[in-house]
């Protein structure tokens, strides 16, 4: 794995491939390259990007990987895209869009599949984040794959999440009703070229006067994604947004609630992996074949199934 690792970080695009395969596949795998790339992470400039389908986040992702790489930064991209409902891998939609950068070395782009995860985040993200920073890129970029009111899963998975709306996309209720003036840390209206913009634009301002007193108020920022207008403006607020994390203390704060929603996460997959494990077997069969015949309920059964578990696997340790 440090191998991997270091060959990686050199440059190599091969390993780094490999590590994030590993992460995706889950198992003993996976949870050692996590250990492995744990201490050597928290550098990079963590931002997510999330909205609606059809906003321009692949566009705009695009857009700003080129204006990083102007700047002579390095960057990776983590693209959540939809998974066949057939093999269950990525689409692959999100670097088709971005594909202008596929020569460029200073540039990394990865798809990873939901698997039908809801919340427009895959279950490796975090992982696959950690990766890509420990292999040194100054910005890792995570684009969810858009799938409306349940995307607030990118701000627990990112330092940064921007928001990406269009022209006519709803107004400030609807904003609300999503959950998105809470999770946004900068707003994007794309698309801005079209009918439309100053009202969105008016609506999330509005929205955000509401809200309660805060030492960081999410700007608005209007793109062109197409063109590139408005995404210097855009790379300019997210380095405001970073040092503002920084200097107030809130980056370690949200970094430390993350860590422990994650450690929450994998004791909650353990704890189920478990379960599957005790719903089968001779004590499950004959719980739950008294539960269908009626002289059972089925609490009773459970504790007799967990009851049998404990006596196998002895005291807690």
């Known amino acids: 794995m440090s191998d991997l690792l270091e060959r990686g970080a050199s440059g190599d695009r091969a390993p780094l491939a490999r590590l994030l395969s590993l992460v995706e596949r889950g198992g003993d795998d996976a949870c050692t390259v996590s250990a492995a ?21 692949s566009t705009l992702t695009s857009a700003l990987c080129r204006a990083i790489r102007a700047v002579g930064r390095s960057v990776a991209v983590l693209a959540i895209d939809p998974s066949s409902p057939f093999t269950g891998g990525a689409i692959l939609g999100d670097r088709i869009r971005m594909s202008e950068h596929v020569l460029d070395d200073g540039v990394f782009i990865r798809s990873m599949a939901t698997r039908g995860h809801l919340g427009g985040l895959a279950v490796a993200a975090p992982d696959a984040a950690r990766v890509l920073d420990a292999a040194g890129f100054d910005h890792v970029i995570v684009e969810t794959v858009g799938v409306g009111q349940v995307e607030v899963d990118v701000a627990s998975a990112t330092d940064t999440t921007v928001v990406v709306v269009n022209p006519g996309w709803g107004d400030a209720v609807q904003a609300a009703k999503a959950g998105l003036v809470e999770i946004a840390d900068v707003f994007v209206v794309n698309k801005a070229d079209r009918p439309g913009a100053a009202d969105a634009v008016r609506d999330l301002t509005a929205m955000l006067s509401l809200r309660g ?10 793109t062109v994604a197409t063109t590139g207008r408005g995404v210097d403006q855009l790379l300019e607020v997210l380095a405001e ?15 430390a609630r993350r ?21 089968q077997g001779p004590v499950w ?7 269908a015949a009626g002289s059972l309920d089925p609490w009773s059964a459970a504790d007799a199934v967990l009851g049998a578990a404990s006596l196998i696997d002895g005291p807690p340790r």
């Open 37 to 57: 790339v744990h201490p050597l992470c928290g550098e990079a400039v963590n931002v997510g990007i999330t909205g609606a389908p059809g906003a321009g986040k």
């Open 213 to 222: 007193a805060s030492s960081w108020v999410p700007p608005v920022v209007e």
């Open 241 to 255: 947004h970073r040092d503002h994390l920084v200097v107030s203390g809130e980056l370690q704060r949200r970094r």
């Open 259 to 279: 860590a422990e929603e994650e450690v929450r996460a994998v004791v909650a997959t353990r704890l189920a992996e478990r379960a599957e494990e005790l719903c």
């Open 285 to 291: 069969d004959q719980q739950w074949a008294q539960v």
